[in-house]
């Protein structure tokens, strides 16, 4: 194989999976907002991390918020699980979640 087409083949890798990744359903999700002040709607928080964390399979993550503060995790055993999420490498919310599962909106106060 030529080195144009390794090229090829590596940026197409690099496109397909990640778009199949995206079309699997995630085992949890949520997101992640910050309630400012003068603003009645919570905005998102893009960066920060979040992990689950059972006796069983120990940490999991991170998986980052996105623009949307969207996060999810996608082939996670069923079962409880904590979960925390760090700002700037700091723990500034958890709680349990079960998966699978959709967590309710993680809102967090102006700082």
């Not at 082939?75 to 699980?81: C, F, I």
């Amino acid at each position: 194989m030529s080195h144009r087409r390794a090229l090829i083949v590596v940026a197409l890798v690099m496109v397909l999976v990640p778009s199949m990744a995206r079309g699997q359903s995630p085992s949890v999700s949520g997101g992640v907002y910050r309630q400012a002040p003068g603003f009645s709607a919570p905005a998102p928080i893009r960066g920060l991390e979040v992990y689950l964390y059972s006796e069983r399979t120990r940490w999991i993550g991170p998986a980052m918020s996105d623009t949307y503060g969207r996060f999810a995790f996608f082939a996670v055993a069923p079962g409880r699980y904590l979960l925390r999420v760090y700002w700037d490498r700091r723990m500034v919310w958890q709680s349990e979640v079960t998966v699978p599962g959709r967590i309710e909106p993680i809102v967090l106060p102006a700082v």
